[in-house]
């Protein structure tokens, strides 16, 4: 009862945002729906799920098609309470990445045709859907409960991909697509995010705090690096080969901005004239040691210009396959930022947390279906799938508030042959939200739905 609790207080935050009461109810019925619901979280599945498959369904499709609504709005709660696990004194971490969400159909809105990040290195293949941008906030439960951070997802938009010019197009047409195309880019679009959140946290009490964005290598550029973003810092993952150099400081040529010799970060963490340093980070469970080297007052002339920058290598980090195997290695990480007056330690744990947005796209496509509405409209294929984000989003506040960080015994029991993990897997808030919605019917009539796994389990085999 408290996971299914927590969920509906925060659910129902959601109420200012819709201009009528019923509108608001029925979201807040949808969003508990998408969790209770088994096999592919299609709109009618969803009402299957919770009976009320022998109702007019035409209000719940209107939720998504005519509702006056925005998607941004969805994630004010999670913002929020977000807040309440972060240090007050310490910068926010908000992680982002770019994922592909599978969507066919030839009049989908920005379905396009693109490149598979899972097809094999030998072998290019090709999926038509839709690429999405997403940002969350990461909260560090390992100086709490010493388990893995969560990241709480605040921000899930479409990434707007112009009309491309029919063969027999002018030329004039042509060159004027592609100037749009180069000031539409993914990037441009993520600089215009990160403006709107640092809004949504000014409006929720954190206008102080400095936000970090822990961007992915496809951010590391001119669009982000160069842009003003008030209050905000950038650490980006850099290519090894990426141009960098000192400031000139001539003062036989005072004009001078870049001094003439370049170097890479790969040259950095190949100079043994730069010692190793190490610190201790929560990965994988536990702290571990991590070496890294630190560069500071670099310039990238290219994709910085004048901004000072920091440079952080991070030492390959050896791992057994076996206990008698040979060590491996993996990759060295090149990390750049702006901040320049930041911890070092916090900066690496800040990149080293940013691996579960990873973890949030893996949950909201295998276990919430974020791709699997077969909507229409252009309103609602841009906003469906926020829309499950944000029960996701929802569902991982409700289990801190109820039961912490740890996974406790009020959880089920995992199978035999399965270790027992410290923290809660998004299957197990799953089950035991299906279990405390069976056992207190109560509070799913208030919301005006009903759950009974038999009949779910045979409308959605059905």
Known sequence: MKLLKAFLNISNELSPMFSQERTARRATRLLLSNLLCIGRHWLTRMLCATNRDQRDWSADYRLFSRSPWKAQDLFEPAIRRSLDYLDKEEFICIAGDETKIKRAGRKVKRSRWMRDPLSPPFQVNFIKGIRMIQFAVILPLHRIARVTARSIPVLFEPVEALEKPKKKAGAKEKAAYNKAKRKNTMCDQSVVHMHCLRKAFDAAGAFTRILLFTLDGGFCNRKVFKAKLERCRVLARCRKDAKLCFAANDPAHPQKKYADHKFTPESVRKDKSIPYKSGKFFIGGKYRKIRYKEVRNVMWQ??????????????????????????????????????????????????????????????????????????????????FPAFIVASYAFLLLASLEAYGAKRTDEYLQPPKWQRRRPRPSCLDLLALLRKEAIENPELLKAADLSFVPVEACLKAAA
């Open 302 to 383: 290219r994709g910085a210009g004048t901004k000072t920058l920091r440079l952080i290598v991070l030492a390959p980090i050896p791992y057994h396959l076996s206990p008698n195997s040979k060590a491996n290695y993996r990759e060295p990480a090149y990390l750049l930022t702006d901040a320049n007056d930041m911890n070092i330690h916090k900066l690496i744990q800040a990149y080293v947390d940013r691996w579960e947005i990873e973890v949030n796209h893996r949950d909201e496509k295998q276990h919430l279906g974020v791709g699997d509405p077969q909507v229409w409209n252009d309103s609602s294929v841009d906003r």
